[in-house]
C-alpha cells in the first residue's frame, strides 16, 4: 500500500491538504512485526502512531480483575495509538500482532515539527477530533440503546466488510474468534455464542474455526436497527 494512500485513510488527517499529506507520508518509517510481537503495552510512553501496511493487530485491554479482552481487531490501511501524537499520554492498552505485519510509524516529534512549520493544519486536526468524539457520543448512545443482537448485527457487518476491503464485496467474512467478538461487544462470550447460534439457525451467517461469513447481509442490516 502506498504510504501517500495510507495517510488519506487516517481520518486525524483527512482534511489536510494534499502538499500536508505528502510530507506526513515522507516521515513514516517502515517497521517489520513477527506473529505474537507486542508493539506496546499499557502504561508504555505513548511515541508514535502506527499505520498496518499489511497484517492483523489486536488492541487489547485490562480489566481490574486482571483479565484480558480484545476491543479491536485491526486490519491492512487500518491505524491505532493517534493520540499519542498530539497528549504524549501512556498507552491505555495493549498492541499485538497476530500475524506477520508490516506498520508505517509516525513518530511524535516529527509530527509537531510538522504542525509548528504548518499551523493551517492544525484547524484541520481539531475539525477531525471533534467529529471524533462526536463518534464516541454515537457508540454511547449504541450501547445504551440497543440490544446485543442489534449491536452484533450492526459491528459483524462493520468488520466483515472492513476486512472485505479490496475483495469480493458480495462475499462478507472475517477472521474473529467468538473470544475476540465477546470483548469488542464487552459482553460475555457465552452471550455472544447464543446471538451466533440464532444467526446460524436462521441461515443468515455461518461459523468456522476463528472465522465468521455472513450469508445474507440484507436480513442482518434489518437485526442492526
Known sequence: MALVSLIKQIPLFSYLNQDDIEIIAALLRRRS????DVIFQKGD????LYAILSGRI???VTRPAGDKITVAILNDGDFFG???LLDG???SADAVALEETQLAVLDRNDFLAFLVQHEHAVLAILRTLSLRLRKTDDLLSEICFLSLSARLAKRLL???RAESVGHDASVLEMRMTQKELSGLLGVSRE???KELKTLRDKGIVSTERSKIVILDQERLKKRAK
Open 45 to 48: 510512553e505513548g511515541t508514535a
Open 33 to 36: 512485526i513477527k506473529k505474537g
Open 89 to 91: 499520554m501512556p498507552r
Open 82 to 84: 493517534e493520540m499519542a
Open 191 to 193: 452471550s455472544v455464542n
Open 158 to 160: 462493520e468488520l466483515a
Open 58 to 60: 489486536k488492541i487489547i
